[in-house]
């Protein structure tokens, strides 16, 4: 509780807390900033996600700063895995993915990447997050669910996140705000605006998924769809 947690570096995952409850329970974190802290990419090592924040299992975020975090995988800010618990009343922003100059390297939920995980998001604002280094194929600039992640994202501000830095033939870069995969989520009362992707500047489903979205202000985000062959 309290805590300011910055510069911590990892080649894992998590380069500022690492919080595994899988094996049951769950782990509160509240009033924190969370910044400049980075997952990065080395020879022989496992993917580099969550570049402020890995989280698998169980946890609360609570009255949070995810700021200026860079992750090599997956979820600059966060990344949660198999997990459930609730991010409320927080700030994510600024936060990166992406290994600049990798052709065809990961980069998704450039703000939060959960991946079979059904949180609770709620009351916060999650914005200026990006994937903007070349050859990086993820999704998701502000959020990112994959798999069959079904979060409930409710009263957020979600705008300003982008999803841009592909070459032509780099398949992916879908969803500026919010990207599904498979899962059900549902969004409400959400603002999402001033979003940018190659396809689905505000929001991108996938073939499969099936959203729910309700009473929410999806406006001037913008979709720079460029063709992969030739």
């Known amino acids: 509780d309290g805590f300011t947690i910055t510069r911590g570096y990892t080649t894992v995952g998590g380069g500022g807390v690492y919080v595994d409850a899988s094996t049951g329970g769950s782990s509160t974190i509240q009033n924190c900033i969370i910044a400049y802290n980075s997952a990065r990419y080395s020879p022989g090592g496992s ?11 169980g946890c609360d975020v609570l009255n949070c700063i995810v700021a200026y975090n860079v992750a090599e995988g997956n979820g600059g800010g966060i990344y949660w895995l198999n997990g459930f618990g609730s991010l409320q009343r927080s700030r994510i922003r600024d936060n990166e993915v992406g290994a600049e100059g990798e052709v065809g390297a990961e980069g998704g939920g450039a703000g939060i990447a959960l991946q079979e ?5 709620a009351y916060s604002e999650i914005n200026d997050n990006s994937q903007a280094f070349l050859g990086a194929r993820g999704h998701g600039g502000g959020i990112a669910c994959y798999g069959s992640s079904s979060p409930f994202i409710v009263g957020c501000y979600i705008h300003h996140n982008e999803v841009l830095g592909g070459f032509r033939k780099i398949r992916g870069l879908m969803g500026g ?9 549902i969004i409400w009362y959400c603002t999402i605006r001033e979003n940018f992707a190659r396809r689905g500047g505000g929001i991108a489903c996938a073939e499969g998924s099936s959203p729910i979205i309700a009473n929410c202000l999806i406006v001037s985000n913008a979709a720079l769809f460029i063709e992969y062959d030739g």
Do not use: A, E, K
């Open 47 to 57: 993917d580099p996600h969550g570049g402020g924040l890995f989280i698998r299992g």
């Open 177 to 185: 705000g919010i990207f599904v995969d498979s899962g059900h989520p």
């Open 117 to 121: 995980s059904n949180v609770l998001i």
